[in-house]
């Protein structure tokens, strides 16, 4: 008589089942920062190419008119909503863009120059503007993490 494995049952011990376990969450952990960090990098690159697309258009009002749209009188920022703003009425309004971009993660929710806050603001007495933006990461080459200024 043989009675090797008549006792077994089919099945998975409690140790296998914990260290399958362990591992599924740690494969998930990493995947997780993986697409937090490529969400952020996308971001902050749309913020660059938003930048440039003001600075376009800005450009193209300035040849038109001989001068950029004074907004921020007493030297505060407007924040950029890319439709009732001064800046986005003043550029819309003259054909140089048809909407204004606004920031991907906050749009224009919050105020210029605060730690945690992602607007895009502008300033300008007419002759010269100040952009501010903010990036989230150090994915610019060149660039790190927080607000940026862009003059003309």
Known sequence: ???IGKNKK?????LEV????AII??????VVVNITSTKQKSRDVRREQDIKQIQNALNIYATNKGLYPACGGGGDYIIIDGTSDCL???LIGNGSIDKLPTDP???SNG???NAGDYVYCYLSNGSAYIIHYAL???TIPGKSPGWQAVKS
């Open 10 to 14: 089919p099945g998975f011990t409690l």
């Open 105 to 107: 993660l906050r749009g």
């Open 111 to 113: 105020s210029c120059d």
């Open 25 to 30: 969450a740690l494969i998930a952990s990493f």
């Open 136 to 138: 989230e990461g150090n």
């Open 1 to 3: 008589m043989d009675f």
């Open 88 to 90: 986005s009425s003043a």
């Open 18 to 21: 914990l260290i399958v376990t």
